[in-house]
């Protein structure tokens, strides 16, 4: 009876250790939304986009009218001549006689309002085109970084629930080891047991003691990971509670979703380059195409032999409107060559965005064999361990009796040791598996939506 009641004290203990009280348990989609939010590098991210926006934003503002007060005022060293046909203007000069005569004074000046509205700009409008498309190379690649920082968190989440199973798991072997201990000490007090045989029931207690030792370490090193990628860690929070209601799930129920690979952000991010290159392509051609402006300017023109810029009768009223065609002919740059590049990284990107399909397909077949084969794996192994326990529980009852060896129930605990460590590593990766596959196959979304 007293060997029940310590076991039954070991149960309660892992309970209570286990546990964190006074708080409200932290769910993983509640976990991947703080890390989202409090971690330093996704808020610079987001700014990345708000960068693209601002610069989209900034490109729209080419189309509107462009005003600006202009001042020019010159000295003019050489005077512009010309010759004028006299003998046309005056009938007593023979009708060929020409003269020279300057035009301009010495100092001239020039203010007033001009404008400029563009109307038809190819190239502006590809370049706000690509602009948009950045803003949603941006998005794609935030989206990539939360991607892997939400799958950061699931496995520091699933590492804190295992860590915990692990534990309670230790302390119940451990209590299984203390009566076997127990035991075999009355036996040894009683001079019916060798002190080889003792010792080796001490030993199996003492590694099930440091096996409960190193999981709560190791609870709390999983614990640490979680709050920092959580960013609460930076906040003072030294303690958190999970929600394992999320592991009551079945795995075969999510392996029954069909594959999502738009939904993984890296390859739309290069579907979204490649559509850049060839855009790039259009903006290229477009700076050779015809553009038209509207031209207006409303001010005056001054000239004067002084240098007086506020000579009186010296400032005539100037102004005009009207239409600005300009086609490029030659511009000293390499046109073919420069499409030529972009025809390249076009190709180059399909390409990427093949070869990173396919390894995530392959990674979504392997992740999801393994996950299949570790399920297998686990069934056996909880089979094999409540088949040793109830074996253990029989030799402990037989050694109580005087029926059994000490040293067929050290070996016994030593197997239950193998067994319970093997199973927790079956465990653990099972639900690595099921992480990677949600990952690789674009389902990783279903954690938190």
Same mark, same amino acid.
């Given at each position: 009876m007293?060997?029940?009641?310590?076991?039954q004290?070991?149960?309660?203990?892992?309970?209570?250790?286990?546990?964190?009280?006074? !708080?409200?348990?932290?769910?993983?989609p509640?976990?991947?939304? &703080?890390?989202?939010?409090?971690?330093?590098?996704m808020?610079?991210?987001?700014?990345?986009?708000?960068?693209?926006?601002?610069?989209?934003?900034?490109l729209?503002?080419?189309?509107l009218? !462009?005003?600006?007060?202009?001042?020019?005022?010159? #000295?003019?060293?050489l005077?512009?001549?010309?010759?004028?046909?006299?003998?046309?203007?005056?009938?007593?000069l023979?009708?060929?006689?020409?003269? %020279?005569?300057?035009?301009?004074?010495?100092?001239?000046?020039?203010?007033?309002?001009?404008?400029v509205?563009?109307?038809?700009? &190819?190239?502006?409008?590809?370049?706000?085109?690509?602009?948009?498309?950045?803003?949603? /190379?941006?998005?794609?690649?935030?989206?990539?970084?939360?991607y892997?920082? &939400?799958?950061?968190? &699931?496995?520091?989440? /699933?590492?804190? #629930?295992?860590?915990?199973?692990?534990?309670?798991?230790?302390?119940?072997?451990?209590?299984?080891?203390?009566? %076997?201990?127990?035991?075999?000490?009355?036996?040894?007090?009683?001079?019916?047991?060798?002190?080889?045989?003792?010792?080796?029931?001490?030993?199996?207690?003492?590694?099930?003691r440091?096996?409960v030792?190193?999981?709560?370490?190791?609870?709390?090193?999983?614990?640490? =990971?979680?709050?920092?990628?959580?960013?609460?860690?930076?906040?003072?929070?030294?303690?958190l509670?999970?929600?394992?209601?999320?592991?009551?799930?079945?795995?075969? %129920?999510?392996?029954?979703?069909?594959?999502?690979?738009?939904?993984?952000?890296?390859?739309?991010?290069?579907?979204?380059?490649?559509?850049?290159?060839?855009?790039?392509?259009?903006?290229?051609?477009?700076?050779?195409?015809?553009?038209?402006?509207?031209?207006?300017?409303l001010?005056?023109?001054?000239?004067?032999?002084? =240098?007086?810029?506020?000579?009186?009768n010296? *400032?005539?009223g100037?102004?005009?409107?009207?239409?600005?065609?300009?086609?490029?002919?030659?511009?000293?740059?390499?046109?073919?060559?420069?499409?030529?590049?972009?025809?390249?990284?076009?190709?180059?990107?399909?390409? !990427?965005?093949?070869?990173?399909?396919?390894?995530?397909?392959?990674?979504?077949?392997?992740?999801? /064999?393994e996950?299949e084969?570790?399920?297998?794996?686990?069934?056996?192994?909880?089979?094999?361990?409540?088949?040793?326990?109830?074996?253990?529980?029989?030799?402990?009852?037989?050694?109580?009796?005087?029926?059994?060896?000490?040293?067929?129930?050290?070996?016994?605990e030593?197997?239950?040791?193998?067994?319970?460590?093997?199973?927790?590593?079956a465990?653990?990766?099972?639900?690595?598996? *099921?992480?990677?596959?949600?990952?690789?196959?674009?389902?990783?979304?279903?954690? *938190?939506?």
């Amino acid at each position: 009876m007293m060997y029940k009641k310590s076991f039954q004290f070991f149960l309660v203990w892992a309970v209570l250790l286990t546990g964190v009280k006074g !708080q409200p348990p932290l769910s993983l989609p509640q976990a991947i939304r &703080a890390a989202w939010s409090n971690r330093k590098n996704m808020q610079a991210g987001r700014l990345d986009s708000a960068i693209e926006r601002l610069q989209t934003q900034a490109l729209i503002h080419k189309y509107l009218p !462009q005003l600006s007060l202009e001042y020019s005022y010159q #000295y003019n060293p050489l005077l512009q001549s010309s010759i004028i046909p006299v003998g046309k203007f005056n009938p007593s000069l023979p009708p060929n006689s020409t003269e %020279s005569i300057q035009f301009g004074t010495t100092w001239s000046g020039a203010a007033g309002l001009s404008l400029v509205q563009p109307l038809v700009d &190819a190239e502006i409008k590809n370049q706000i085109r690509e602009s948009r498309l950045q803003e949603r /190379i941006s998005g794609a690649t935030q989206q990539q970084a939360e991607y892997e920082l &939400a799958y950061d968190v &699931a496995k520091a989440y /699933i590492n804190v #629930y295992l860590s915990e199973l692990a534990v309670k798991s230790a302390v119940v072997d451990s209590a299984s080891t203390w009566i %076997s201990w127990m035991l075999q000490k009355d036996n040894f007090d009683a001079g019916r047991l060798l002190k080889s045989d003792l010792n080796k029931a001490r030993i199996n207690h003492n590694n099930a003691r440091q096996k409960v030792a190193d999981g709560y370490f190791q609870v709390v090193e999983n614990k640490i =990971l979680l709050l920092f990628l959580t960013g609460k860690l930076s906040a003072g929070q030294q303690d958190l509670e999970i929600d394992s209601t999320l592991f009551s799930r079945d795995i075969s %129920s999510w392996l029954a979703l069909n594959p999502a690979p738009d939904s993984i952000p890296a390859l739309g991010q290069l579907n979204l380059q490649g559509q850049l290159a060839a855009l790039q392509q259009n903006t290229e051609k477009a700076r050779f195409m015809p553009t038209l402006s509207l031209k207006g300017f409303l001010g005056a023109n001054q000239f004067s032999n002084q =240098l007086n810029p506020f000579a009186s009768n010296s *400032w005539f009223g100037y102004s005009y409107i009207g239409l600005d065609a300009k086609l490029p002919i030659w511009t000293g740059e390499d046109k073919h060559r420069k499409l030529q590049q972009l025809r390249l990284q076009q190709v180059q990107y399909h390409q !990427q965005l093949g070869d990173k399909t396919d390894q995530y397909a392959q990674a979504t077949a392997t992740a999801r /064999i393994e996950l299949e084969r570790s399920r297998s794996q686990l069934l056996i192994l909880q089979e094999n361990l409540l088949l040793a326990r109830e074996s253990l529980d029989i030799i402990q009852d037989r050694v109580r009796e005087g029926q059994e060896s000490a040293s067929r129930l050290n070996t016994e605990e030593l197997e239950w040791q193998r067994l319970s460590a093997e199973y927790d590593n079956a465990s653990k990766q099972a639900w690595i598996y *099921w992480i990677d596959y949600l990952k690789a196959s674009g389902l990783l979304g279903r954690l *938190w939506n």
